[in-house]
T-cell receptor
Framework: AQTVTQSQPEMSVQEAETVTLSCTYD???????LFWYKQPPSRQMILVIR??????QNATENRFSVNFQKAAKSFSLKISDSQLGDAAMYFCAYNQEGGKLIFGQGTELSVKP | AAGVIQSPRHLIKEKRETATLKCYPI?????VYWYQQGPGQDPQFLIS???????DKGSIPDRFSAQQFSDYHSELNMSSLELGDSALYFC???????????????FGPGTRLTVL
């Protein structure tokens, strides 16, 4: 069975600085997808970024980028120029085409002004 | 743009009562997923439907049932409610057939169920 692990329950970053959230996963599949979701205090689940496993190039969305290491089964999220609005719970998630999302335990990110 | 609609947004029930949660997916989305997020927990997959047929099942209690109707909306029925059922229930939808392979799931705002 596939599993997703986030080993950092809490992280903190100074406003305008850079922070990296870690995620590892376990799967025997070669074709799958990885996601980072943000859950602010409103509890809405917001997709931040996705990565297709067959793509070697790391995904980037504005201030958000990933470091995808397929062999190491690692998928970290880097947030540059952190803003107060980035404070939230971040979940790493895995799925295969058309399938359910398997989430990690989450990392609570706080941003200090 | 249209989003996933869930109703009600908040629901308070007593133990042993029954609850029905509704989900209206984004138009032209053919797949619906239900997730349960307990306090301080990550979302856990319950069940999914593709074209009105159950496509996958997770750790859903036997007291829960769900279905997807001809208009693609879905309902999660929960009977004999227990205190431990108190959670945020998310519905998500995606366009599996004819959509992108990465199968992006769009989440609704969730229904917060409190069992007293």
């Amino acid at each position: 069975a596939q599993t997703v692990t986030q080993s950092q329950p809490e992280m903190s970053v100074q406003e305008a600085e850079t922070v990296t959230l870690s995620c590892t996963y376990d799967t025997s599949e070669s074709d799958y997808y990885l996601f980072w979701y943000k859950q602010p205090p409103s509890r809405q689940m917001i997709l931040v970024i996705r990565q297709e496993a067959y793509k070697q190039q790391n995904a980037t969305e504005n201030r958000f980028s990933v470091n995808f290491q397929k062999a190491a089964k690692s998928f970290s999220l880097k947030i540059s120029d952190s803003q107060l609005g980035d404070a939230a719970m971040y979940f790493c998630a895995y799925n295969q085409e058309g399938g359910k999302l398997i989430f990690g335990q989450g990392t609570e990110l706080s941003v200090k002004p | 743009a249209a989003g996933v609609i869930q109703s009600p947004r908040h629901l308070i029930k007593e133990k042993r009562e029954t609850a029905t949660l509704k989900c209206y997916p984004i138009p032209r989305h053919d797949t619906v997923y239900w997730y349960q997020q307990g306090p301080g927990q990550d979302p856990q997959f319950l069940i999914s439907f593709y074209e009105k047929m159950q496509s996958d099942k997770g750790s859903i209690p036997d007291r829960f049932s769900a279905q997807q109707f001809s208009d693609y909306h879905s309902e999660l029925n929960m009977s004999s409610l227990e205190l431990g059922d108190s959670a945020l229930y998310f519905c998500a939808s995606s366009r599996t057939s004819g959509g992108p392979r990465y199968n992006e799931q769009f989440f609704g705002p969730g229904t917060r169920l409190t069992v007293l």
